[in-house]
């Protein structure tokens, strides 16, 4: 199969490329803007596979998807700005890539008659006290980040109604594992553990999320591009749900960092108390998570200690502005 993957130099669209290359065959052509978040190196090991191609441009530019998206079967769609944080703060990115981006490809897909998968979060749900979500709860969007993917979504699913285009969405839980850019809690807790940095525990730290290891939703939207049924949306959870408090302090325990780092700050505004999503749709179609979090958690510790080059360069570069602004403090060395 060819792929067009947008936003395939992101954290989940690497894991998905290197998944498709490996263990599908797939000639795969990443497109992606290299904002802060993307990375080639995410791609080190995969770009010199048969059929890899890589282009640097934005889902906005109409030119640039027509190029990239010739000969493809499929497009999968990751490429967003994706830190709810940066959505509060600098909301005009998330409006542009989210609404504008969308629109391009589908565009592009229509054109062409191919199948697309958008790639969607459990966050255009809203918040939920208690049970889990499924694809016909209402959307009820918190934040500029939700908001405009929920935008997208109802967007993506316009197409299909109306132009019958291929289109199937795809909503996951909380990702984590190996490449995940360490603005998201557990990279973020990972590496100021190993510098004995302080812990920065939004409010009281009791907010509920359903987490999933990245090669699982990967795994998941693979399914769906295969076996999914045209206009129809596919929530992809994880196995277990952790309050954030108690995710910080497992990893204090696997990095033997000390209790006494754990800091409580300023909550985030508008901030979603519990995320839980129902995956019996996508499960009906043979998909399971094969990680439970102990391990998964376990895995994506040892990944940053044994990937020490992959984070230096991001915790030396413009993320320490990042953090100063996001925190009020500077990052130790
Ligand atoms: P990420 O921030 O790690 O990667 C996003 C990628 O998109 C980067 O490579 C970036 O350069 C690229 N990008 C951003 N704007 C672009 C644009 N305008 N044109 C082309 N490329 C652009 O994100 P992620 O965590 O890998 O998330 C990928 C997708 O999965 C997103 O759509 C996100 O909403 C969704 N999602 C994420 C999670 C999670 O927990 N991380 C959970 C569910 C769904
Ligand atoms: O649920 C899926 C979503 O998960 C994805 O759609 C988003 O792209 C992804 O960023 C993630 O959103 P969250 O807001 O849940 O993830 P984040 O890692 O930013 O925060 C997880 C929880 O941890 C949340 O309750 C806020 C809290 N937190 C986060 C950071 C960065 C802290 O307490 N301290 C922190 O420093």
Same mark, same amino acid.
């Given at each position: 199969?060819?792929?067009?993957?947008?936003?395939?130099?992101?954290?989940?669209?690497?894991?998905? !490329?290197?998944?498709?290359? %490996?263990?599908?065959?797939? @000639?795969?052509?990443?497109?992606?803007?290299?904002?802060?978040?993307?990375?080639?190196?995410?791609? @080190?090991? &995969?770009?010199?596979? @048969?059929?890899?191609?890589?282009?640097?441009?934005?889902?906005?530019?109409? *030119?640039?998807?027509?190029?990239?998206?010739?000969?493809?079967?499929?497009?999968?769609?990751?490429?967003?700005?994706?830190?709810?944080?940066?959505?509060?703060?600098?909301?005009?990115?998330?409006?542009?890539?989210?609404?504008?981006?969308?629109?391009?490809?589908?565009?592009?897909?229509?054109?062409?008659?191919?199948?697309?998968?958008? !790639?969607?979060?459990?966050?255009? +749900?809203?918040?939920?006290?208690?049970?889990?979500?499924?694809?016909?709860?209402? #959307?009820?969007?918190?934040?500029?980040?939700? *908001?405009?993917?929920?935008?997208?979504?109802?967007?993506?699913?316009?197409?299909?109604?109306?132009?019958?285009?291929?289109?199937?969405?795809?909503?996951?839980? /909380?990702?984590?594992?190996?490449?995940? +850019?360490?603005?998201?809690?557990?990279?973020?807790?990972?590496?100021?553990? #190993?510098?004995?940095?302080? #812990?920065? !525990?939004?409010?009281?730290?009791?907010?509920? =999320? /359903?987490?999933?290891?990245?090669?699982?939703?990967?795994?998941?939207?693979?399914? %769906?591009?295969?076996?999914?049924?045209?206009?129809?949306?596919?929530?992809?959870?994880?196995?277990?749900? *952790?309050?954030?408090?108690?995710? &910080?302090? =497992?990893?204090?325990?696997?990095?033997?960092?000390?209790?006494?780092?754990?800091? +409580? !700050?300023?909550?985030?505004?508008?901030?979603?108390?519990?995320?839980?999503?129902?995956?019996?749709?996508?499960?009906?179609?043979?998909?399971?998570?094969?990680? =439970?979090?102990?391990?998964?958690?376990?895995?994506?510790? *040892?990944?940053?200690? /044994?990937?020490?080059?992959?984070?230096?360069?991001?915790?030396?570069?413009?993320?320490?502005?990042?953090?100063?602004?996001? +925190?009020?403090?500077?990052?130790?060395?």
């Amino acid at each position: 199969m060819k792929l067009l993957v947008c936003g395939g130099a992101g954290f989940i669209g690497s894991n998905f !490329v290197r998944q498709r290359i %490996v263990e599908h065959g797939d @000639a795969v052509t990443v497109l992606d803007k290299l904002t802060y978040a993307g990375r080639e190196e995410n791609l @080190a090991d &995969v770009r010199d596979s @048969a059929g890899f191609e890589f282009v640097r441009a934005g889902i906005e530019d109409a *030119a640039a998807v027509a190029g990239a998206i010739e000969g493809a079967d499929a497009v999968v769609n990751f490429a967003a700005e994706t830190h709810v944080d940066r959505s509060i703060s600098e909301p005009d990115a998330f409006i542009t890539t989210h609404a504008v981006g969308t629109f391009v490809l589908l565009e592009a897909a229509r054109a062409s008659g191919v199948r697309y998968v958008q !790639v969607s979060t459990d966050e255009v +749900y809203g918040s939920i006290e208690e049970g889990s979500f499924t694809e016909s709860s209402p #959307l009820l969007p918190s934040s500029p980040y939700s *908001a405009t993917k929920a935008g997208a979504d109802l967007l993506v699913a316009s197409y299909h109604h109306t132009y019958e285009l291929e289109s199937l969405i795809c909503r996951g839980s /909380n990702n984590y594992g190996p490449y995940q +850019y360490p603005e998201k809690l557990i990279p973020l807790m990972v590496l100021n553990a #190993l510098h004995g940095d302080p #812990l920065p !525990v939004y409010g009281d730290g009791q907010q509920v =999320r /359903n987490w999933i290891f990245v090669e699982d939703f990967a795994r998941g939207i693979g399914h %769906v591009l295969a076996h999914g049924v045209p206009g129809e949306t596919y929530n992809v959870g994880g196995p277990d749900e *952790a309050v954030n408090l108690d995710v &910080v302090k =497992r990893i204090i325990a696997l990095t033997g960092a000390s209790d006494d780092l754990i800091e +409580y !700050v300023t909550d985030r505004p508008g901030h979603d108390r519990r995320y839980s999503l129902g995956s019996e749709k996508v499960r009906a179609l043979g998909w399971e998570a094969r990680v =439970r979090f102990d391990e998964g958690l376990e895995r994506t510790v *040892a990944w940053y200690q /044994n990937n020490r080059p992959w984070w230096e360069t991001i915790r030396s570069g413009d993320y320490r502005a990042y953090y100063e602004r996001q +925190y009020g403090r500077s990052l130790g060395m």
